[in-house]
T-cell receptor, first 110, second 115 residues
Framework: DVKVTQSSRYLVKRTGEKVFLECVQD?????MFWYRQDPGLGLRLIYF???????EKGDIPEGYSVSREKKERFSLILESASTNQTSMYLC?????????FGQGTRLTVV | GNSVTQMEGPVTLSEEAFLTINCTYT??????LFWYVQYPGEGLQLLLK?????DKGSNKGFEATYRKETTSFHLEKGSVQVSDSAVYFC??????????????FGKGTKLTVNP
């Protein structure tokens, strides 16, 4: 059974904090993605990685960075959390045409 | 770049009703097209796909046909069940500036099926 695991289902952080969202996949996929999901806006791509230490900006990278030191792990970093980063964050990995998603992390920044 | 436009919701139906969720795309060439479904409290999962024109994807009673003439990939089901209540996303594969590929999603359509 394929599995993409996000470290937290719910997080509450304070404005200005540095926040780490972790994602691990057990399928040896090369491509991994971070999306945010907001009502009325659907899924928007933040960053993705196509290999270890390789990354590419998505459509809304401002305020975020990523790290991929090992193939199975892809971390999203909010350098200084702000209230407009309150959202659902979804991690995915892909092999060929199919994407496998984690359950999401609902982040609230207060 | 490539993009997807899908019908805005929410959509509310009674059990056993016919479902159509419209999806049209704008793309260079003929990208692979997908429908993903998100059940409450879960991540997205692939529902069906079509990789070339005139292909029909199907799964769990849902169908969608890749129509290049109308650049559409509408999702249909003949008789919905309460368990089909979810958010449905149309998506396509799109090239990136760096030479790899990403999935581009529509905004999602929330479906509620009442008993």
């Amino acid at each position: 059974d394929v599995k993409v695991t996000q470290s937290s289902r719910y997080l509450v952080k304070r404005t200005g904090e540095k926040v780490f969202l972790e994602c691990v996949q057990d399928m040896d996929h090369e491509n991994m993605f971070w999306y945010r999901q907001d009502p009325g806006l659907g899924l928007r791509l933040i960053y993705f990685s196509y290999d270890v230490k390789m990354k590419e900006k998505g459509d809304i990278p401002e305020g975020y960075s990523v790290s991929r030191e090992k193939k199975e792990r892809f971390s999203l970093i909010l350098e200084s959390a702000s209230t407009n980063q309150t959202s659902m964050y979804l991690c995915a990995s892909t092999l060929g045409w199919e994407a496998f998603f984690g359950q999401g992390t609902r982040l609230t920044v207060v | 770049g490539n993009s997807v436009t899908q019908m805005e919701g929410p959509v509310t139906l009674s059990e056993e009703a016919f479902l159509t969720i419209n999806c049209t795309y704008t793309a260079t060439g003929y990208p692979s097209l997908f429908w993903y479904v998100q059940y409450p409290g879960e991540g997205l999962q692939l529902l069906l796909k079509a990789t070339k024109a005139d292909d029909k994807g199907s799964n769990k009673g849902f169908e969608a046909t890749y129509r290049k003439e109308t650049t559409s990939f509408h999702l249909e089901k003949g008789s919905v069940q309460v368990s089909d209540s979810a958010v449905y996303f149309c998506a396509l594969r799109s090239p990136t500036q760096g030479g790899s590929e990403k999935l581009v999603f529509g905004k999602g359509t929330k479906l509620t099926v009442n008993p």
